[in-house]
């Protein structure tokens, strides 16, 4: 046993250093994907890669003595919980200099995840749901993962929005603080305040994501000893797509199927509450109703409850079915609870949303037989080869104890569910974030494989190789990968002030004050030039406006409006105090009369365009 398990632990460390040379130099590009999708490539300087390995160097160190060294089981969840809300921050920190600007980012585009711009576009007066197959062709070209995907998600930002419209005092706080972020989109600025304050759930979402250390070290206790319960939950923070994805709602995923799974165990333990199923039930249920991969997670449960049941009563199919029968009731009407209030709501079925999903997913051009590589390539890579060896090796190596083999099965009814899944060809590409919500059942798996094949004496040593191997796994695809890409852009830097030559100290209304002026002749027309002073943070656009006044005291032209510096700095950038320099050509009429000539400079904009910002000259009357 002893030497079966140096040779896995050889293997791993070889098999690491090879995809980290194929990572590294990209020398085959398949390892990105292939056939229609590929992770694109974006090398960051090596200083930065070198950071992010100090990060999981200090999180693994850490561990380790948590681990290995204390008795406690407090203090290494708390690690594990800080591990999974940072080290994605730290990875972020790689291409982005401010890492709550890409989450944010990240969680209003729908390019990289979807659902709050969806609930944002939606008018809602009109009953989407009802017509929710037509929503989902919308979506369409601008926002795929939308267009493939029940209601759930879309409408759980929408009730979030509800919640904040509600709380007006919070939400308009959060549109301040928010707001300069995205300052010059023309989209964003026009969202109402509780649609910015929604997006606090995604720009959290690593928190939520580390949620999941308490349940899937819960569950890995029960089924076997805290020991390996802590063994798992320190491992999650080192999961690749965990940290590689965040701001994803699939983050998030894993922390319900662990939930359910945890009900579940908790009636295997104890053959008491069967309610237990109809919860687990009615959190698959959720979950399908937000996202369409959840489908396979109550079957998986199932399929685990039944080996458990033949465990304790072998293969004994009447008492099985005696025992199984109430249990799979509870299951189903929990997981179909949010169907059929859905069903009754909109008059659609799910097969109704399943054929609409469909019709959208599987078009997508990814050949049969090299994505049946591919897709268990992507999701291996994401996960960590580390893990997965540990999985698949102590699952075909099966305990003789029935207790054990009540973790056992963990491993056996993965490795049914990712393979019927891979073979069937309903997943396109990007399995390291699709399949996310089934990792943690690897690193149960996992950590009765090291328990069981290790002895107790190497045990600690071989946990550090692990967790060594997956760190540089998880660096190097981090550093040499690009795998969120966002559509929405960092804010424009301030452009400053000008030195005009003429003072002003103009006030309009309590936002703006122009402090200098000046202009000048120039091919026909006059070269205004204007500074500004910004008193306060504005939340939407306004428009300026000058008309020329002739010698003869009449509007010799008509009104010219603008955006400043040509719409590429609005107000809705300014921060209080800053100076802003705008300059704008006011065309002169043809055959225009010599003389004194004026300039009406007018403000506008909020919720009255029409109404000019009143004006306070720098005598104190009303100009």
Same mark, same amino acid.
């Given at each position: 046993m002893k030497n079966r398990f140096t040779l896995l632990l050889l293997v791993i460390i070889e098999v690491t250093a090879l995809l980290l040379f194929f990572i590294l130099t990209d020398i085959s590009p398949y390892v990105r994907g292939g056939f229609g999708w590929r992770w694109p490539l974006a090398p960051v300087p090596a200083g930065k890669a070198l950071a992010l390995l100090s990060v999981? #160097?200090?999180?693994?160190?850490g561990a380790y003595i948590l681990v290995h060294r204390v008795r406690r089981t407090a203090p290494a969840l708390v690690w594990a919980f800080l591990g999974a809300v940072l080290i994605p921050c730290a990875v972020i920190a790689l291409r982005h200099d401010n =890492?709550?600007?890409?989450?944010l980012s990240r969680t209003l585009s729908s390019l990289t995840t979807g659902p709050h711009h969806a609930a944002a576009e939606l008018d809602w007066s009109t009953d989407p749901l009802r017509r929710w197959p037509a929503v989902m062709a919308g979506f369409a070209g601008h926002n795929s993962h939308m267009s493939i995907s029940p209601p759930g998600a879309i409408l759980f930002y929408a009730m979030l929005n509800a919640l904040f419209r509600a709380l007006p005092g919070i939400a308009g706080q959060v549109q301040q603080a928010l707001l300069p972020c995205f300052c010059d989109n023309p989209v964003l600025i026009q969202y109402a305040p509780e649609e910015w304050a929604s997006a606090l759930f995604g720009v959290?979402?690593?928190?939520?994501a580390g949620l999941a250390v308490f349940p899937l070290y819960s569950s890995t206790r029960r089924l076997s000893t805290p020991e390996q319960g802590r063994w798992a939950a320190i491992w999650w923070p080192l999961v690749p797509a965990v $940290?590689?994805?965040?701001? $994803? +709602?699939?983050?998030?995923y894993p922390l319900l199927t662990l939930l359910a799974f945890d009900l579940v165990t908790r009636w295997c333990r104890t053959e008491r509450g069967a309610y237990r199923f109809g919860l687990a039930g009615l959190i698959t249920g959720l979950g399908t109703f937000a996202y369409p991969g959840f489908a396979p997670v109550p079957v998986m449960l199932g399929l685990y409850v039944a080996l458990d049941l033949v465990r304790k009563h072998g293969w004994n199919l009447r008492r099985v079915l005696r025992a199984g029968l109430p249990l799979a009731a509870w299951l189903i009407a929990g997981f179909g609870l949010p169907w059929l209030i859905f069903w009754l709501a909109s008059d659609?079925?799910?097969l109704d949303i399943l054929t609409a999903s469909m019709t959208q997913h599987i078009p997508l051009e990814r050949p049969y037989l090299p994505w049946v590589w591919l897709h268990l390539q992507d999701w291996v890579l994401f996960t960590g080869v580390p893990l997965i060896a540990l999985w698949l090796a102590g699952t075909f190596r099966p305990a003789k104890e029935p207790e054990a083999r009540a973790i056992g099965n963990v491993g056996l009814v993965m490795f049914i569910t990712i393979l019927v899944i891979d073979l069937s060809g309903i997943s396109r590409g990007e399995t390291g974030r699709v399949w996310l919500l089934y990792t943690p059942f690897v690193l149960i798996a996992a950590a009765d494989g090291l328990y069981r094949l290790a002895g107790e004496r190497r045990r600690a040593a071989a946990w550090a190789v692990i967790a060594v191997c997956q760190a540089a796994l998880l =660096? #190097?695809? #981090? #550093?040499?990968?690009?795998?969120?890409? $966002?559509?929405?852009?960092?804010? +424009?830097?301030?452009?400053g002030g000008l030195q005009a030559t003429q003072p002003a100290n103009a006030r309009f209304g309590d936002l703006f004050t122009l402090t200098g002026w000046d202009a000048t002749v120039e091919d026909a027309a006059i070269l205004?030039?204007?500074?500004?002073r910004a008193e306060q943070r504005t939340i939407t656009p306004y428009t300026f406006s000058a008309t020329l006044i002739g010698p003869d005291s009449a509007p010799a032209s008509e009104v010219i409006t603008w955006q400043p510096l040509e719409g590429r700095y609005p107000t809705t950038c300014w921060a209080p105090g800053e100076s802003v320099g705008d300059a704008v050509r006011l065309p002169l009429p043809e055959g225009a009369a010599p003389g004194a000539w004026w300039i009406r400079l007018a403000v506008s904009g909020g919720n009255a365009p029409a109404e000019h910002l009143p004006v306070i000259s720098a005598d104190g009357q009303p100009a």
């Open positions: 999981l #160097a200090a999180y693994a160190g =890492v709550v600007f890409e989450l959290l979402m690593p928190v939520w $940290s590689l994805f965040a701001a $994803s +709602p699939n983050t998030l659609l079925t799910p =660096v #190097a695809p #981090a #550093a040499m990968w690009d795998t969120m890409i $966002s559509d929405l852009g960092p804010s +424009p830097a301030p452009p205004l030039r204007l500074d500004w």
